[in-house]
């Protein structure tokens, strides 16, 4: 099961957060994806920038995320799931008990 975090989307801790991404991707010549210095270690401790994404491209009020999500049993990875309330998380929890060949309704 998948369990999401609830989280308030706080405007000015978000702006801070940009910042701080545009000084990583300015200061930094290669960026990996997975280390101590990569791209989901840097997104997991800013969760604004994540509820940011779910808003921004999904058209969401986020209040629930995770960072680093596996789903069908382990077959898929996301790198992380913004909700926006309660039924959607439960959505998510029936996604995450399913297998890749199960058929969803």
């Not at 405007?11 to 997975?34: G, P, R, V, W, Y």
């Not at 058209?59 to 039924?87: C, T």
């Amino acid at each position: 099961m998948i369990t999401l975090f609830p989280y308030k989307f706080d405007i000015n801790k978000c702006d801070q957060q940009i910042q701080e991404l545009q000084h990583f991707l300015t200061t930094n010549l290669a960026i990996s994806e997975t280390g101590e210095n990569g791209l989901q270690k840097f997104f997991s401790e800013r969760p604004n920038l994540i509820l940011l994404l779910g808003y921004w491209h999904f058209g969401l009020e986020p209040a629930f995320y995770k960072p680093e999500v596996s789903l069908f049993s382990n077959e898929f990875r996301a790198d992380f799931v913004v909700a926006d309330d309660q039924l959607l998380q439960e959505s998510i929890e029936k996604l995450s008990t399913l297998k890749a060949s199960d058929e969803i309704e």
